[in-house]
């Protein structure tokens, strides 16, 4: 029989939706002793099971949960299949471990029956959940507001039973953080709803949520989580696996050929993600272009990459209707073709004015982050030579090259 327990409301179980079999596919393997040793940001984009240290069990345990999230697998066939892979590659009762921080040899559950099923439906609810966020940022036009839902379990815990019927909008920060799963065996759920539905509801104030302190016993690293949630379950997945999407991509073109860069920055400034973020139906950020070297040194930048960001999105599409997704394209030809200044503000931050064109001039300003590793696309819109001519007039602006 089909698998009901992670989907409230569901009859049938056809397999997981495109975003969450992504979402689980594109894990790395990370061996690791203890659940405490992988951070929720880790988890994210990387597949740990506590005490499987072999690189081989994990991807043992990684194809069968595939495999029961594509197939749509219950438990119990899960387990029936795997049990005796495990069984066979000695990862099964209880053994003799070292523990990696310690160097002390413990005597350690590894596979059992219940262990199976924690592994498989904290995965499974996990990759549900960021596969969800992933539809709810390109839906959210239609169906801004979430409500948050119990599962069907016996007993709730006091936190979560107090956030059901909470109606807030997709953005609202609290979703940051309390965005089921919130916990091990949590079954609750959110669902997205249109704006009418939440009005009829009542759409609710921005709860504040008070934190406590965690101690990590293996690190001895103190932190703030919310109240109400497990340790190692206080981050939104699906949030998180888009903003390390956009730094990998930094990472990645700053490291590959020129030439290479060049042409990719260019495909992802007419991409889907960059019409996304520019009409606020997606968070995070793309890059546009790359910077040459000389320019990226000018302002003390360890990147060359220049990324659009949802705040500018929003900035952009308030104040300059004019600068659409298409015009997008026209940020690499500005770096390359236009005229430079350097700007040294007052509070000692940096950035670049670059503008260019013949008749229908573009203007647009880049700043780094405060510690460098970042470049943002801070303002993109129409110009007028007079106006650039009265820019240079400033005594904190020197044209680069001069």
Same mark, same amino acid.
């Given at each position: 029989?089909?698998?009901?327990?992670?989907?409230?409301?569901?009859?049938?179980?056809?397999?997981?939706?495109?975003?969450?079999?992504?979402?689980?596919?594109?894990?790395?393997?990370?061996?690791?002793?203890?659940?405490?040793?992988?951070?929720?940001?880790?988890?994210?984009?990387?597949?740990?099971?506590?005490?499987?240290?072999?690189?081989?069990?994990?991807?043992?345990?990684?194809?069968?949960?595939?495999?029961?999230?594509?197939?749509?697998?219950?438990?119990?066939?899960?387990?029936?299949?795997?049990?005796?892979?495990? %069984?066979?590659?000695?990862?099964? !009762?209880?053994?003799?471990?070292?523990?990696?921080?310690?160097?002390?040899?413990?005597?350690?559950?590894?596979?059992?029956?219940?262990?199976?099923?924690?592994?498989?439906?904290?995965?499974?609810?996990?990759?549900?959940?960021? !596969?969800?966020?992933?539809?709810? #940022? =390109?839906?959210?036009?239609?169906?801004?507001?979430?409500?948050?839902?119990?599962?069907?379990?016996?007993?709730?815990?006091?936190?979560?039973?107090?956030?059901?019927?909470?109606?807030?909008?997709?953005?609202?920060?609290?979703?940051?953080?309390?965005?089921?799963?919130?916990?091990?065996?949590?079954?609750?759920?959110?669902?997205?709803?249109?704006?009418?539905?939440?009005?009829?509801?009542?759409?609710?104030?921005?709860?504040?949520?008070?934190?406590?302190?965690?101690? *990590?016993?293996?690190?001895?690293?103190?932190?703030?989580?919310?109240?109400?949630?497990?340790?190692?379950?206080?981050? *939104?997945?699906?949030?998180?696996?888009?903003?390390?999407?956009?730094?990998?991509?930094?990472?990645?073109?700053?490291?590959?050929?020129?030439?290479?860069?060049?042409?990719?920055?260019?495909?992802?400034?007419?991409?889907?993600?960059? =019409?996304?973020?520019?009409?606020?139906?997606?968070?995070?950020?793309?890059?546009?272009?790359?910077?040459? #070297?000389?320019?990226?040194?000018?302002?003390?930048? %360890?990147? =060359?990459?220049?990324?659009?960001?949802?705040?500018?999105?929003?900035?952009?599409?308030?104040?300059?209707?004019?600068?659409?997704?298409?015009?997008?394209?026209?940020?690499?030809?500005?770096?390359? *073709?236009?005229?430079?200044?350097?700007?040294?503000?007052?509070?000692?931050?940096?950035?670049?004015?670059?503008?260019?064109?013949?008749?229908?001039?573009?203007?647009?300003?880049?700043?780094?982050?405060?510690?460098?590793?970042?470049?943002?696309?801070?303002?993109?819109?129409?110009?007028?030579?007079?106006?650039?001519?009265?820019?240079?007039?400033?005594?904190?602006?020197?044209?680069?090259?001069?």
């Amino acid at each position: 029989m089909p698998d009901y327990t992670d989907k409230p409301g569901y009859a049938f179980d056809v397999g997981a939706p495109p975003e969450v079999a992504s979402f689980f596919n594109n894990k790395s393997l990370k061996p690791s002793f203890s659940w405490q040793d992988v951070e929720p940001e880790e988890h994210a984009v990387s597949f740990a099971v506590a005490k499987a240290m072999q690189v081989d069990v994990l991807e043992a345990i990684q194809g069968a949960l595939k495999e029961a999230l594509d197939e749509g697998i219950p438990y119990d066939q899960f387990a029936k299949e795997l049990k005796p892979r495990l %069984r066979k590659m000695g990862w099964w !009762g209880v053994k003799e471990q070292t523990d990696p921080i310690t160097g002390e040899a413990r005597k350690v559950r590894l596979g059992s029956p219940r262990r199976l099923k924690t592994i498989y439906r904290a995965n499974k609810r996990s990759a549900r959940a960021a !596969g969800q966020w992933d539809r709810i #940022q =390109r839906t959210k036009r239609a169906l801004p507001y979430l409500i948050y839902g119990l599962g069907p379990s016996e007993r709730h815990r006091p936190h979560h039973q107090a956030k059901e019927g909470l109606v807030l909008p997709v953005d609202d920060p609290f979703w940051q953080t309390w965005y089921p799963p919130n916990g091990w065996g949590c079954k609750c759920h959110v669902r997205q709803i249109t704006k009418r539905e939440a009005e009829s509801r009542g759409v609710s104030e921005s709860p504040e949520i008070p934190m406590r302190r965690v101690v *990590n016993t293996r690190t001895g690293e103190i932190k703030e989580i919310p109240s109400g949630i497990d340790a190692g379950w206080e981050m *939104n997945p699906g949030l998180y696996r888009q903003k390390r999407m956009a730094e990998f991509l930094a990472e990645k073109l700053d490291a590959a050929d020129p030439a290479i860069a060049h042409a990719a920055a260019r495909d992802m400034a007419a991409s889907w993600r960059l =019409r996304r973020i520019h009409e606020g139906t997606a968070k995070g950020s793309v890059p546009v272009a790359m910077l040459p #070297q000389d320019l990226a040194d000018a302002i003390g930048a %360890r990147t =060359r990459v220049v990324q659009f960001s949802d705040y500018t999105a929003e900035k952009t599409r308030r104040k300059h209707g004019e600068a659409t997704a298409d015009e997008f394209v026209r940020v690499a030809d500005l770096i390359e *073709n236009g005229a430079v200044a350097h700007e040294v503000s007052g509070n000692g931050t940096e950035s670049l004015i670059i503008e260019g064109g013949d008749d229908k001039r573009w203007r647009m300003v880049l700043k780094r982050t405060r510690a460098g590793n970042e470049i943002f696309l801070s303002t993109f819109h129409r110009s007028t030579l007079a106006k650039w001519q009265q820019l240079l007039r400033n005594k904190n602006v020197k044209l680069v090259g001069e």
